[in-house]
């Protein structure tokens, strides 16, 4: 797949004008420019003054994508997907600031293909083929999404696999397999530390105000001992789901529930199973005022489960597991997650991770005036949680951090929709340290400042 594109383009420069529109037949090109402009202070250690990490964000960030969609035959179709500027791939994205780049060292080496695949009609009469390096799934997903994020620095994930889509009239069925490099090697050896992704989703749209699905992903890492020996044994998560979604003139509503099952074998003498689970939900409700505007109060609550006990035989794991979530709500705390350039508190342990050992509720409201119908203004509060008392110290006592309190975030935010392709959004937020912070700071006798951010946002779809 990765050689797909440099044949392409080598085609299109040497063969005849004439042969080129037949083999790029319906050639449509599209994509996505994106600045991302940040300032925020106190982001990694939540500290203003002291010897820390001169924690002052100052940035502005560019990607730019590239979608190319042409058909190779009547019933085979081709995409290329190029990214230029994504944080978390080669150099990350260029900041403003810098200097001119030059072509052949610094602009191609860090120009790479997300997607490159071929999509095959009515394969064996009945279902869609998509083969090779592709996005999956939806931004914001609990369980599972492959794409382009809009978190600090614009990462973008893909995924190698096989997709098959089948579409009734009132059902439809999608299937996944493909295969996850989280090691960094992938290579053919036996035992390479790569994941296997594999997935079927079963959804009903026969009701245009109702929907529901069903879900199941099974993630199998393969660990690197030897067959027999207590490592070398394969980790096999399952998530099993149900999802629905309400919408009844102004109201919309949605609910999700996911279990774990399978067992977790990456602890060589301490094998368990897989207990977590975890439940979102959120509504709304859009209320339309003559002459006034439109105001949308919502709320939103996610419960995923911890576990205090981890890694003692016998008790299961318990903390909750995404294959891999884009559930971060908040503008601070979901701008700086475990993915992105930045991670909130320079930490793992606080950041975003979808609904692993975590409460979040919020609540807000959005409004539209009609007299600047392109204008959205929102308010919102989200508070952080641990579900599960986490422990700095293997030895109880006054130096502990064990409160379940992560922290609490205010955010007013801002919408510009310039047309149904261009948008300009901006977000003034403060997150609010949490006891466990605050315990954390005061036994590595540092401070527990807030962070505070304004970021604006520019998006061009073309």
Not at 136 to 161: C, H, K, Q, W
Not at 317 to 337: A, K, L, T, V
């Amino acid at each position: 797949m990765k050689k797909l594109l440099g044949s392409t383009l080598a085609l299109a420069l040497f063969v005849p004008a004439s042969a080129n529109a037949e083999l790029l037949k319906n050639l449509k090109v599209g994509g996505q420019l994106d600045v991302q402009t940040t300032s925020a202070e106190n982001v990694a250690d939540q500290v203003t003054r002291g010897a820390g990490n001169h924690d002052h964000i100052g940035s502005a960030y560019s990607r730019a994508m590239l979608k190319i969609d042409w058909d190779l035959l009547d019933d085979v179709h081709a995409r290329l997907s190029i990214v230029k500027g994504a944080g978390n791939l080669g150099t990350g994205p260029r900041i403003y600031g810098n200097g001119s780049e030059s072509v052949q060292t610094a602009a191609l080496t860090t120009t790479f293909v997300s997607e490159a695949n071929v999509k095959i009609d009515k394969l064996f009469g009945f279902t869609d083929l998509t083969l090779g390096r592709q996005y999956f799934g939806e931004a914001g997903d609990l369980i599972v999404y492959y794409g382009p994020r809009d978190n600090y620095g614009m990462s973008v994930t893909a995924l190698d696999a096989g997709r098959f889509d089948w579409n009734g009239e009132s059902v439809s069925v999608t299937g996944v397999v493909g295969k996850v490099d989280t090691a960094g090697t992938n290579t053919l050896a036996p035992a390479d530390g790569a994941v296997d992704l594999r997935g079927l989703v079963v959804s009903c749209n026969k009701n245009e105000n109702v929907k529901g699905s069903l879900y199941v992903y099974n993630a199998l890492t393969h660990n690197t001992g030897d067959i027999g020996a207590a490592n070398g044994k394969n980790t096999n998560l399952y998530v099993f789901g149900l999802k629905s979604k309400f919408t009844f003139g102004g109201l919309m509503a949605s609910a999700e529930l996911a279990k774990n099952m399978g067992e977790d074998r990456s602890t060589a003498n301490e094998h368990e199973n897989f207990k977590g689970y975890a439940l979102l939900a959120k509504v709304a409700y859009k209320a339309d005022l003559q002459d006034v505007g439109a105001f949308t109060p919502w709320g939103e609550f996610g419960y995923g489960t911890g576990d205090s006990a981890a890694g003692t035989k016998g008790n299961g794991n318990r903390f909750f597991q995404s294959i891999n979530s884009d559930y971060r709500p908040g503008g601070i705390y979901g701008r700086f997650d475990r993915n992105a350039s930045y991670q909130l508190g320079n930490s793992n342990v606080f950041s975003s991770n979808g609904l692993t050992n975590r409460i979040i509720w919020g609540f807000g409201f959005k409004a539209t005036p009609a007299a600047l119908d392109k204008l959205t203004m929102g308010l919102a509060f989200y508070k952080y949680n641990f579900h599960t008392r986490v422990q700095d110290h293997n030895t109880p006592g006054t130096n502990v951090a064990d409160s379940r309190s992560i922290g609490s975030e205010y955010d007013l935010t801002t919408e510009w929709k310039h047309s149904e392709n261009v948008s300009i959004k901006g977000t003034l937020g403060s997150f609010q340290n949490g006891m466990y912070i605050k315990q954390t700071k005061s036994i590595a006798s540092a401070g527990n400042n807030p962070v505070t951010m304004a970021a604006l946002d520019f998006s061009i779809k073309f």
